[in-house]
């Protein structure tokens, strides 16, 4: 199967040095809008990027999962030896929520790990991510759904340190709106927070990838923490990484050395495949090409 072959929304890339191999997950239900039982997680696997194996099933749920549809944007994360995948799902009378999952290899199956949701459970949530500071504490970062308090919100809530439970309260780092890219409509409400993703620079600077809607379509932005700790405080890039109707990215460094963003383009379904863009890093910026 070829890259352009692939249906694949928030598409996440995790390289695996010891088999040479690439690893793509990403939302792979048909359509994964639909609000009728979920099927689980595919992946694929390749060894250039554009050549893929699958797909095979890396997460089915078990009877008595709260999760029923809206599986969406799982993500593996190596820590401390094992594959943790954050996945969102929602169910009738439950808020969405990031669930953690865990497997020995990259292949699953994921099992839940977490005892459920680990975002606030009254609280719409999604894309959680996980990101472990320079003291090791592993931090879950995820979005507050615009379709609760309408400017989405970027949140940053402690973890276990065994990754089963939150730690603490949520902490706020921004706003939709506090990007000048994200586009505004009449009414000035209703911004979007989709798809964060952590990343120490060369120069150490903390950058987040995150999406929202541009002027252009669905987009791609860059904000930074003056602090270089998750808590910020966090400014935003003035113009997005990527405003051509395409975003949920993460950035993964090639067996050779290239530092590529994966995300989703178009951003309709189900024509979404994923791209994988060179770019390139020069003093904490990010750019294409």
Not at 106 to 119: E, L, N
Not at 180 to 188: K, L, N, S
Not at 228 to 244: V, Y
């Amino acid at each position: 199967m070829q890259r352009n072959d692939i249906q694949i929304r928030d598409p996440f890339v995790v390289p695996v040095a010891a088999e040479g191999r690439y690893y793509l997950y990403g939302s792979t239900d048909p359509d994964c809008w639909a609000t009728t039982p979920g099927r689980g997680f595919e992946a694929y696997s390749s060894l250039d990027l554009e050549a893929w194996d699958g797909p095979f099933p890396v997460f089915r749920p078990a009877p008595g999962f709260w999760g029923s549809y809206h599986f969406w944007a799982p993500e593996v994360h190596v820590y401390r030896g094992r594959y943790y995948m954050f996945a969102s799902f929602k169910a009738d009378g439950r808020c969405r929520g990031t669930q953690i999952l865990v497997a020995d290899g990259p292949r699953g199956p994921f099992v839940p790990h977490s005892a459920d949701a680990v975002t606030p459970h009254e609280w719409e949530c999604l894309d959680g991510t996980l990101f472990v500071d320079d003291a090791g504490n592993p931090w879950l970062v995820f979005c507050h759904e615009w379709v609760q308090v309408h400017d989405g919100e970027m949140c940053a809530q402690r973890l276990t340190d065994d990754l089963t439970a939150p730690l603490g309260e949520p902490l706020l780092l921004f706003h939709a709106s506090d990007a000048p890219w994200v586009a505004r409509g009449p009414a000035q409400v209703d911004f979007v927070t989709d798809g964060p993703f952590l990343y120490r620079a060369g120069n150490g600077d903390l950058l987040m990838l995150w999406s929202s809607m541009g002027w252009s379509g669905y987009a791609l932005g860059v904000a930074r923490s003056a602090s270089g700790r998750i808590t910020g405080p966090w400014t935003q890039d003035a113009e997005p990484l990527f405003a051509a109707d395409g975003g949920h990215g993460m950035l993964f460094t090639t067996f050779g050395g290239q530092l590529l963003v994966a995300l989703h383009q178009p951003n309709n379904t189900p024509n979404e495949r994923p791209q994988f863009l060179p770019v390139h890093e020069e003093a904490g910026a990010l750019r294409l090409g």
